[in-house]
Nanobody
Framework: QVQLVESGGGLVQPGGSLRLSCAASGIIFSIYDMGWYRQAPGKQRELVATITSGGTTTYGHSVEGRFTISRDNAKNTVYLQMNSLKPEDTAVYYC?????????WGQGTQVTVSS
C-alpha cells in the first residue's frame, strides 16, 4: 500500500521559514518523480515544485527563488524548504509521487502565514 505522509506545516509569521517533509512508503522511491502542490481556499490546486528521479527541479512562478525542493532517497523523503513566506502562501500543501501513469497523493499539511 502506497503512503505519502506530509509533516512540518504550521503557523508562521510573514517573512518566516518552514520545512515540509513527505515520507513515502510502498513505492520504489528513487525511481519516482516527486512534487509539492498547494490548494488555498476557493482556489484550484497549483504546482509548487517538482523534482525528478534524476534530481532536476522545477518551480511555480510564485515561489521561485524562495522555495527549494530536495530529496533523500536513502530516507524515502522529499522536502520543501520555504523561506520568505508570504500570507498568499497560506494553503494546504500536498505531496505527489508520479511514475508514468501511476500517481499518488498525500493527505496534505496546512501552512498558515499570518501575523
Amino acid at each position: 500500500q502506497v503512503q505519502l505522509v506530509e509533516s512540518g506545516g504550521g503557523l508562521v509569521q510573514p517573512g518566516g521559514s518552514l520545512r515540509l517533509s513527505c515520507a513515502a512508503s510502498g513505492i520504489i522511491f528513487s525511481i519516482y518523480d516527486m512534487g509539492w502542490y498547494r490548494q488555498a481556499p476557493g482556489k484550484q490546486r497549483e504546482l509548487v515544485a517538482t523534482i525528478t528521479s534524476g534530481g532536476t527541479t522545477t518551480y511555480g512562478h510564485s515561489v521561485e527563488g524562495r522555495f527549494t525542493i530536495s530529496r533523500d532517497n536513502a530516507k524515502n523523503t522529499v522536502y520543501l524548504q520555504m523561506n520568505s513566506l508570504k500570507p498568499e502562501d497560506t494553503a494546504v500543501y500536498y505531496c505527489y509521487a508520479h511514475k508514468r501513469i501511476a500517481g499518488y497523493w498525500g493527505q496534505g499539511t496546512q501552512v498558515t502565514v499570518s501575523s
